[in-house]
């Protein structure tokens, strides 16, 4: 009865599985809907500025003006909405390699040849050839070795769009981006957050990933040959199941 039951429970499990990856053969992946980004709500709900400043009419139309929509403008992202790009150009190489060897080698000898005539008389009563002039003899000797060595190497060159998301009180930006490129049945995804500091923000309203504080860069993909290259549900639970 109790295993009719679990054959039955995995007859379902892979029956609703097979369904929910039904919905996929023969389409393409769906993107992520934008407006569940946390980057799209922030220009959506943008919110109202630290500082309300009033400004003239006049003011918008002098060249030496303040405003960030003059010629001499400032025009980093600094506000809750704005936009600047990430630029991700990752080209590491690490090699760590470490040997060790260890020896060690000791002995010890303990004889008695005098003590009240006690050696003499055992000596008597022990085989031909045996001699109680050592009676204690410790050796002992160990050794051991280990190497290893750790390889890696990552070149990346990506470029994105964040828009900052919030402002914390210190004044650091926290910026999120996400974008998706779909090429026939597989999608491209990259994903970037983090905290930035306003002046690290360049001229070009860029700024390098190596400036961006708890940076978070996720770079893959979902479609058909990511699926191929995974192993199969089954197979997973095997893996994380039997202990050989």
Known sequence: MHTTLKLGSIAVLG???????????GTPPSFTP?????EARAMIEPGLPAVLVAQRPVDAA??????????????????????????????????ISNSSDRRRAGSENLS????????????????????SDDLVGISSQSSSSGDGSVKR???????????????????VLS???????????ELRELLVTG???PEDVSR?????????????VSYGGRGQISDVQQPRVGQQILDAVLPF
């Open 15 to 25: 029956l609703t599985i097979a369904c929910a990856r039904a919905d996929h053969i």
């Open 34 to 38: 934008a407006l569940e980004a946390p």
């Open 62 to 95: 002098s060249l030496w003006s303040p405003s960030r929509a003059s010629l001499l403008g400032d025009r980093r992202a600094v506000v809750r909405g704005d936009i600047l790009t990430v630029v991700i150009e990752i080209d590491e190489k690490a090699e």
């Open 112 to 131: 008695i040849p005098s003590l009240i005539g006690l050696p003499q008389r055992l000596n008597k009563k022990l085989p031909e050839g045996a001699s």
């Open 153 to 171: 190497k990552e070149k990346l060159e990506l470029r994105i769009a964040a828009t900052v998301v919030d402002v914390l009180p210190n004044g």
């Open 175 to 185: 910026i999120s981006g996400s974008q998706e490129l779909r090429v026939n049945f």
């Open 195 to 197: 905290f930035v500091r």
């Open 204 to 216: 070009q309203n860029e700024i390098t990933y190596d400036k961006i504080a708890s940076a978070r």
